[in-house]
């Protein structure tokens, strides 16, 4: 016989009497059950048992464990701690009676004995309850017939509660555990195992007293740690890392996950330590799941008080209250994570849920938890967020700005969010304004650029950013870029513009507008010519010495750039610490001394002054060393100062693109030409300027520089062999270099050409034929292209003759067919070919007589009519290589031509008769001797 010693028994006969009494009654009991089980405890199988597991460990003070495992059709739950009790077997045999309460402790138990547990009916129509203390057994059937056997009226099973009768059993429970609770499925218990395993991970998380979960040969269980320090003293944190081992792949289960949780009262706020988002369809959990879908992204776990069926909240529980602690999470995540810990009311599901966002909401408003770029967690409210702040921006600038919240937060998604709680957004508008004021070193400045120019993509952030203090080199702020220049190349500070300071240079600034400065508009700039033209040499003062220092650094930031001719009045201290004009002095040491005359003007810069400036700067501003040039680009009137400009500018038929000249040609003395002249050949600046014949220079030169009492333009270049013997060649080092400055055979004045035709008359010199056609020439065209005005041409006392002599009377071909009646002595000649103009113009500069005024002819005899085609015609013209001509021609067998001076020179009426191969008659007939004929002397 079994023992009974729970007295079931005396239960049953309780139970039927009270059936047997009031059929009512019974109807109640197996309506509120099949209501626990249809409703209130549908898929709650495993919780409920869980939960009592839980309850049973923390009685005993042991670790929980919980085993599930089938034999055949039978569930079996398996778990430790404290056995079934006489008061336990009451509540399990009624409803709603729970036999559980506080322990002596004060810790709270979870599961309702007899409530809870009709989870089991929901899968089974006998139950066994095996404990160390007693087993018990629960059996739809046997109620059945005990009713029956009791008098009372029941139509089949369903009329009977499963859970009202209990039964004493044998069986013990299996090694290991302390009770076991033994389930006779309905139906297959894959699915229901299946289910089971899919809740142990949290189930462990959420029953902390139970620590490990066998579902078959899946293993799930739970390892607490401390987590880190909270601030206060009334919450704690813990690490949970729940573990699953042999669980097959199709489950999805992982197999390590970790909680952080932080404790504050009765609540419990857990989050996946690893960042893992929150799982859809999350819950209220007091502690195991409820009914109440839950959108905040922590895991709440609460002890508030729910209704009998553990899916809703009592009505006297205040869901407000389960936000303690909520903060003190957020806190305990990196930074990163935490905006995606503030929930958002919008996204609420139900009632509850809005009002616990609300009440977490409030604690994120009121506490600090938002991480600040430097320093400690802000109150949102007191937060501002600057959309793209960077690591490196956030580090710059931390310490100026203790509202700026992190830079991982710091995202355009998250300013909604943040946005509702209080958080302001600081634009790169409002940033510039915060930076006014602000002093520190250039180089941080840059590094601020630098990490701010990511943030810069549009014209809207550059005009966001257009009152953005700049330091400038002068060491004032510059409010935004307007009238900011700045230069790669030059790094020292000029009073006349406002660059950016070289250690705060970034491209940013060009983006913002920051204009690109060049060395030649440093120097050129029209605020530093005013500066140039203001200084009063009578009263100058201590710093305008200084802005020649100032232009010479920059000049030397850009070896190639021009610097415009007024710099040269930029004031410098002389050896005697006078200020003068930098185009006044002289470096000390300068050649150009030894060739000046005694009483020249200038004086020598200070050797201190030289020292800071440089030599080459202080040349390029107009300081003498060898011989200083004057540049203009434009140049539009002679007005630069230099000796006989004027007379110059009246030789160019229009105004120069550009001028390069030498100055200051007025003052060498007139002894030292050579060297002068040597100074300027081996000049890199100066040669070119002695090349250019049309040029200020070369044209100077050659009409006021002397050697050995002849002009410049009175002497030849050795090289050139045209003029040998016509103008004598300079003895100089570097008389080819100097050719510009010489005599050439085409004169560029009346001058050259006087000189040249001069030297033609000289009798002593010994000149061919042909050097007097070739200057003949040159002097004609310089006459008929307007170079020379002939005019202006002096007439030579002498002129030399066709044959090489010098003659005071000749007459100048005009006609070719004069030269068969010419004797060579007698003869001049405008050019290699006879052109009569040519003719006419020579002979009005050497007033001579053409030959055709000064001789008249005509032809002896009519001779024979032909035309252009006759053969002797044709050999007559390619004989000379010209087309046959035009008009009459006459044959002769021989062509004679009577031969007058028009002067009356050989007498009256006097004629020669010449014999000639061709003639031109005054009527224009060509007058041609048959060709084979002899010649012979009449």
């Given at each position: ?9 005396t239960?049953r006969?309780?139970t039927?009497?009270a059936?047997?009494a009031?059929?009512?009654?019974l ?8 209501d626990?089980v ?8 495993l919780?409920?048992?869980a939960a009592?597991?839980a309850?049973?460990a923390?009685a005993?003070?042991v ?14 739950v398996a778990n ?9 077997v009451?509540s399990?045999a ?15 138990q979870?599961?309702r004995?007899?409530?809870g547990f ?11 309850i095996r404990?160390?203390?007693g087993?018990v057994v ?5 109620a059945m017939d ?12 369903a009329d009977?509660?499963v859970?009202?009768?209990v039964?004493?059993a044998?069986?013990?429970p ?5 009770t ?6 309905r ?7 299946a ?5 142990a ?13 066998s579902?078959?040969?899946v293993e799930v269980?739970?390892?607490?740690s401390?987590?880190p320090d909270?601030?206060?003293d009334?919450a ?7 573990s ?5 792949d ?5 197999s390590?996950r970790r909680w952080?949780?932080v ?6 706020w857990?989050?996946?330590?690893d960042g ?6 999350e819950?209220l959990?007091?502690p195991?799941p ?7 992204p922590?895991?709440?776990?609460t002890d508030l008080?729910?209704t ?8 006297r529980a205040?869901?407000?209250?389960a936000a303690a602690g909520?903060?003190d ?22 009632p509850?849920?809005?009002r616990?966002?609300e009440?977490?909401?409030?604690e994120?408003?009121?506490v ?7 320093g400690a967690?802000?109150v949102?409210p007191?937060?501002v ?5 960077t690591d490196r921006?956030a580090e710059?600038l931390g310490?100026l ?8 937060l ?8 943040l ?6 957004e600081?634009?790169l ?20 650029y630098?990490a701010?120019?990511p943030l810069?993509?549009?014209g809207r952030?550059v005009e966001e ?9 002068d060491?004032?702020?510059?409010i935004g ?5 700045v ?7 000029m009073?006349?513009i406002?660059?950016v ?9 060009t983006?913002?507008?920051?204009a ?15 500066l140039v033209?203001d200084?009063d040499?009578?009263?100058?003062g201590?710093d305008?010495?200084?802005?020649a220092v100032?232009?010479?650094a920059?000049l030397r ?11 040269s009045?930029l ?6 610490g006078?200020?003068r004009?930098?185009d006044?002095?002289?470096l000390p040491?300068s ?9 020249h003007p200038f004086?020598v810069v200070d ?13 390029r ?5 060898g011989?200083v040039?004057?540049?203009?680009d434009l140049?539009v ?5 230099l000796?006989?400009e ?5 030789t ?14 007025d003052?060498?003395?007139?002894r ?5 002249l040597?100074m300027?050949a081996?000049?890199?600046r100066?040669?070119?300027l002695l090349a ?14 002397e ?15 045209v ?9 100089h ?7 510009g ?5 085409e004169p560029d004045?009346?001058d ?5 035709l ?6 002593e010199r010994?000149?061919s034929a042909?050097a007097t ?9 310089a006459?008929?292209?307007g170079i020379?005005d002939?005019?202006d ?6 002129v030399?003759?066709l044959?090489g ?13 004069f030269?068969q ?8 000649l405008?050019g ?6 040519d003719?006419?113009l020579?002979?009005?500069?050497l ?8 001789y008249s ?6 001779g024979?009519?032909?035309?252009w085609a ?5 050999r007559f013209g390619?004989s000379r290589?010209i ?8 044959l ?7 031969l ?8 009256p ?10 003639w031109v ?6 007058h041609?001797e ?5 010649r012979?002397?009449?």
């Amino acid at each position: 016989m079994t023992d009974d010693p729970f007295g079931t028994a005396t239960l049953r006969s309780s139970t039927l009497d009270a059936w047997a009494a009031s059929p009512t009654r019974l109807a109640e009991d197996a309506a509120a059950e099949a209501d626990l089980v249809t409703v209130g405890y549908r898929d709650r199988l495993l919780t409920e048992l869980a939960a009592n597991a839980a309850d049973a460990a923390a009685a005993a003070g042991v670790e929980g464990r919980l085993a599930v495992w089938v034999d055949g059709t039978d569930l079996h739950v398996a778990n430790t701690g404290a056995p079934l009790t006489d008061a336990g077997v009451r509540s399990l045999a009624a409803l709603r009676v729970s036999a559980k309460t506080a322990d002596d402790s004060g810790a709270r138990q979870i599961g309702r004995f007899g409530v809870g547990f009709t989870a089991t009916a929901t899968v089974a129509d006998r139950i066994e309850i095996r404990s160390r203390s007693g087993s018990v057994v629960f059996d739809r059937a046997d109620a059945m017939d005990a009713a029956r056997a009791a008098g009372i009226s029941v139509a089949g099973p369903a009329d009977v509660p499963v859970l009202r009768l209990v039964w004493p059993a044998d069986q013990m429970p299996t090694d290991g555990f302390d009770t076991e609770v033994v389930l006779h499925l309905r139906e297959e218990p894959g699915p229901l195992l299946a289910a089971m395993l899919g809740q142990a991970p949290d189930l462990v998380v959420e029953l902390t007293a139970l620590q490990r979960i066998s579902v078959g040969d899946v293993e799930v269980w739970a390892e607490r740690s401390a987590g880190p320090d909270v601030d206060d003293d009334a919450a704690r944190s813990v690490v949970t890392t729940v573990s699953v081992v042999g669980a097959p792949d199709a489950t999805g289960l992982p197999s390590t996950r970790r909680w952080l949780e932080v404790a504050r009262g009765g609540t419990r706020w857990l989050v996946d330590a690893d960042g893992e988002p929150a799982a859809a369809g999350e819950v209220l959990r007091a502690p195991t799941p409820t009914d109440i879908e839950l959108s905040l992204p922590c895991r709440c776990i609460t002890d508030l008080a729910l209704t009998p069926d553990r899916r809703h909240l009592h009505p006297r529980a205040e869901i407000g209250d389960a936000a303690a602690g909520y903060v003190d999470l957020v806190r305990l995540v990196e930074p990163v994570r935490r905006v995606e810990l503030v929930p958002e009311l919008h996204l609420a599901r139900n009632p509850d849920d809005a009002r616990l966002i609300e009440a977490v909401r409030r604690e994120l408003r009121d506490v600090a938890w938002l991480p600040a770029a430097a320093g400690a967690d802000l109150v949102p409210p007191r937060g501002v967020m600057l959309v793209g702040l960077t690591d490196r921006l956030a580090e710059i600038l931390g310490d100026l700005f203790g509202d700026l919240i992190h830079p991982d937060l710091s995202l355009t998604q998250h300013l909604p969010t943040l946005g509702r709680l209080g958080v302001s957004e600081l634009g790169l508008a409002g940033l510039a304004e915060r930076l006014v004021g602000v002093e520190r070193e250039p180089s941080w400045w840059h590094d601020l650029y630098a990490a701010l120019a990511p943030l810069v993509s549009t014209g809207r952030e550059v005009e966001e950013l257009g009152a953005l203090p700049i330091p400038r080199s002068d060491g004032r702020m510059a409010i935004g870029v307007r009238g900011l220049f700045v230069s790669d190349r030059i790094s020292t500070p000029m009073r006349w513009i406002p660059t950016v300071h070289p250690e705060a240079r970034h491209e940013l600034l060009t983006r913002l507008g920051v204009a690109d400065l060049t060395v030649a508009q440093a120097v050129s700039d029209p605020a530093l010519r005013s500066l140039v033209e203001d200084v009063d040499f009578d009263s100058a003062g201590p710093d305008d010495d200084r802005l020649a220092v100032e232009v010479c650094a920059v000049l030397r930031a850009d070896p190639e750039a021009p610097a415009p001719p007024w710099l040269s009045s930029l004031a410098l201290p002389d050896a005697d610490g006078e200020l003068r004009p930098a185009d006044e002095l002289l470096l000390p040491g300068s050649p150009l001394l030894e060739v000046l005359v005694d009483d020249h003007p200038f004086g020598v810069v200070d050797a201190e002054v030289v020292a800071e400036c440089g030599v080459e700067e202080l040349r390029r501003i107009g300081v003498g060393w060898g011989f200083v040039t004057v540049d203009d680009d434009l140049p539009v009137a002679p007005e630069h100062d230099l000796p006989d400009e004027e007379d110059w500018w009246a030789t160019l038929p229009d105004a120069p693109e550009k001028l390069s000249a030498v100055r200051d040609l007025d003052l060498i003395e007139d002894r030292r030409w050579p060297e002068a002249l040597t100074m300027m050949a081996t000049d890199e600046r100066v040669r070119p300027l002695l090349a250019d014949r049309t040029g200020y220079t070369a044209w100077w030169l050659r009409r006021h520089a002397e050697i050995d009492g002849l002009l410049l333009g009175e002497y030849r270049s050795p090289s050139d062999e045209v003029l040998e013997n016509i103008i004598d060649p300079l003895d100089h080092p570097y008389a080819d270099e100097l050719a510009g400055t010489l005599a050439r055979l085409e004169p560029d004045s009346a001058d050259d050409a006087t000189l040249l035709l001069t030297r033609l008359g000289d009798r002593e010199r010994v000149i061919s034929a042909g050097a007097t056609v070739s200057v003949h020439a040159a002097v004609v065209a310089a006459c008929r292209s307007g170079i020379v005005d002939a005019h202006d041409v002096e007439v030579p006392e002498r002129v030399r003759t066709l044959a090489g002599t010098t003659a005071d009377r000749a007459v100048v071909v005009d006609r070719p067919w004069f030269l068969q009646t010419l004797a060579d002595d007698e003869a001049v000649l405008a050019g290699p070919t006879v052109v009569s103009a040519d003719a006419d113009l020579l002979g009005t500069l050497l007033d001579l007589p053409l030959a055709s005024e000064e001789y008249s002819a005509t032809v002896s005899a009519p001779g024979e009519a032909v035309g252009w085609a006759h053969p002797a015609v044709v050999r007559f013209g390619a004989s000379r290589g010209i087309e046959i001509p035009h008009g009459d021609v006459r044959l002769h067998d021989e062509l004679w031509i009577a031969l007058r001076s028009n002067d009356g020179g050989d007498g009256p009426d006097v004629a020669r008769e010449v014999r000639v191969e061709w003639w031109v008659d005054d009527a224009g007939v060509t007058h041609l001797e048959r060709p084979g004929r002899r010649r012979s002397p009449r």
